[in-house]
């Protein structure tokens, strides 16, 4: 009977120990919802109805640039921008695997500006990327990709490896989204509805070398053969951003790659008067994103391309989707009036 009383004596306090690790980890981990919210974008996707005919991929040139709100309200498009800061291609390449996990779109949209970087920029981004996923294969494959040197694997499986010192820095938010939390995008969209125009264009540096990587083309072939292995269409895109500056001879490897496996490349950069994109009034950081007004006319613009280019349904027609997308829908622009 005392062998009895000590094992459970054990596992209780074993219990109540996880328990608190548990808690601690939550409660140290950085919440993201009214500070950096960039860092949330990526968990949102999970509580979303897992619809969508067209998913985007990559950095902050995707999720600030293109609303899914508009693609739905032009053509009746179901689509959701799994983006977040600085993703690196190889991040965009797991992202991509793990929401096939969830639904096989028809199109998937990939924002090529990440081809530019041959290794992680920061640990920092990394977390804004890695911190609020899953667990899965695809996490873990991810952190193993984008990891430098001086962060480890088990500062990502317990957090409060990495933000211990975050005690005293402790504020409200960490205690009222402990178990919440809150929509801060919409279908993925980042709404900025600042402006600061572009008023100059900044000085193009010549580069010794402008080949894209071998690990860059080594992922990108990847994502070219998960999609075809799924039947989905791969699309990629260069956003109209002015800077960081895209080089000719970064066009021209893309072209050459499109072309060599008949995919389409669509650079916006070349349609900015087509769409009429105003860099005086359509930018919130002075070229390097567009914001609200300059989003709404590119997606209107690639809707527009969409239903030219690819056999998309048009979900208005659908009753049962219709009414989820409404009510979206007003949400949204009771938050962009």
């Known amino acids: 009977m005392k062998t009895i009383k000590r094992v459970i004596k054990i596992i209780v306090i074993l219990v109540i120990a996880i328990l608190i690790f548990y808690l601690l980890n939550k409660l140290l981990m950085p919440k993201y919802m009214t500070d950096l919210v960039e860092g949330s974008m990526i968990s949102q996707y999970y509580d979303e109805e897992k619809n969508h005919e067209v998913i985007f991929i990559g950095d902050c040139e995707v999720y600030a640039n293109f609303s899914p709100m508009v693609l739905y309200q032009e053509e009746g498009i179901t689509s959701y921008v799994r983006g977040s800061s600085q993703q690196m291609i190889w991040q965009s390449y797991y992202l991509l695997k793990e929401t096939l996990k969830y639904e096989i779109p028809k199109i998937v949209v990939f924002n090529v500006n990440s081809m530019r970087y041959s290794e992680p920029v920061s640990e920092a981004y990394n977390r804004l990327t890695l911190d609020k996923m899953k667990w899965s294969k695809e996490k ?5 990709a984008s990891m430098l040197d001086e962060e480890t694997m088990t500062s990502y499986i317990f957090p409060i490896l990495r933000y211990h010192d975050r005690f005293d820095k402790l504020t409200k938010e960490d205690i009222e989204y402990l178990f919440d939390k809150k929509k801060n995008t919409y279908q993925g969209f980042l709404i900025n509805k600042e402006v600061k125009p572009l008023e100059n264009k900044p000085v193009v540096k010549k580069l010794a070398n402008y080949q894209f990587a071998d ?9 070219k053969d ?14 109209p951003s002015v800077y960081p500056h895209w080089y000719d001879e970064y066009d021209a490897q893309i072209e050459k790659f499109a072309e060599e496996n008949h995919i389409n490349f669509v650079n916006f950069l070349d349609k900015v008067g087509e769409i009429g994109i105003d860099y005086s009034q359509d930018t ?12 709404t006319k590119l997606s209107k613009y690639f809707a527009a391309y969409l239903k030219d280019n690819y056999e998309l349904t048009d979900y208005r027609e659908n009753k049962e ?3 989820i997308y409404q ?11």
């Open 140 to 144: 873990y494959d991810m952190i193993k």
């Open 215 to 223: 690990i860059d083309y080594e992922y990108l072939e990847k994502i």
């Open 226 to 239: 998960l999609c075809a292995e799924n039947d989905i269409k791969l699309l990629l895109i260069k956003a």
């Open 284 to 295: 919130y950081d002075r070229g390097l994103h567009l914001n609200l007004t300059g989003a």
């Open 321 to 323: 989707i219709d009414d």
């Open 327 to 337: 009510r979206k829908l007003e949400q949204y622009m009771k938050e962009i009036m």
